[in-house]
């Protein structure tokens, strides 16, 4: 099990980097459902580094936030090429420095979607000149909350290597 104060301690740390830098961060979240926003704006001071955040839980919502949709009929909507799709799309949304677009299955299967592979989730991160794209596979959680806490975690991991 993932220890949520932990996983909050890297928030603090991300946010408070990202305050005294001067950076803008902005979210396109699925399969997390918000949960990294939330972390990030936990800290005060954090509405000087988050410009904005989508939820975008189905492939619709992701089309109308700008990911487009021959990305998500070409690779799938869980797949490396969508969350980095994700991840400039709120970029440019909002303007802001750092773009995270994440996207995966937590759980059971996607009926809708055939590229569903339960515990699969990808990561798009830009920064600056930096876009990169990670893919985890998930041990078994007991929770949906705490399928989005590994994830979570993982995702503050990549961002603490790219930042500091």
């Known amino acids: 099990m993932i220890n949520e104060t932990d996983v909050i301690q890297k928030?603090?740390?991300?946010t408070k980097h990202l305050i005294k830098e001067k950076l803008t961060i902005s979210t396109m979240e699925s399969c997390t459902?918000?949960?990294?926003?939330?972390?990030?704006?936990?800290?005060?001071?954090?509405?000087?580094?988050?410009?904005g955040a989508y939820i975008t839980y189905s492939n619709e919502a992701k089309i109308k936030q700008g990911v487009p949709a021959?990305?998500?009929?070409?690779?799938g909507v869980y797949s490396r090429e969508t969350a980095l799709s994700m991840a400039k799309a709120c970029m440019d949304s909002y303007g802001a420095d750092i773009g995270l677009g994440v996207t995966g299955t937590l759980g059971n299967t996607d009926p809708e979607n055939a590229?569903?592979?339960?515990?699969?989730?990808?990561?798009?991160?830009?920064?600056?000149d930096i876009s990169r794209t990670f893919s985890f596979t998930l041990p078994s959680a007991p929770?949906?909350?705490e399928y989005k806490l590994i994830?979570?975690?993982?995702?503050?991991?990549?961002l603490l290597k790219i930042l500091l």
């Open 11 to 14: 928030y603090e740390r991300i």
């Open 33 to 51: 459902a918000g949960m990294v926003a939330n972390f990030l704006t936990d800290t005060e001071g954090s509405s000087a580094i988050m410009k």
């Open 70 to 75: 021959d990305i998500i009929e070409k690779n």
């Open 115 to 128: 590229d569903s592979v339960p515990g699969e989730v990808h990561l798009g991160i830009i920064f600056s």
């Open 143 to 145: 929770s949906r909350h």
């Open 151 to 158: 994830v979570s975690d993982l995702i503050a991991d990549e």
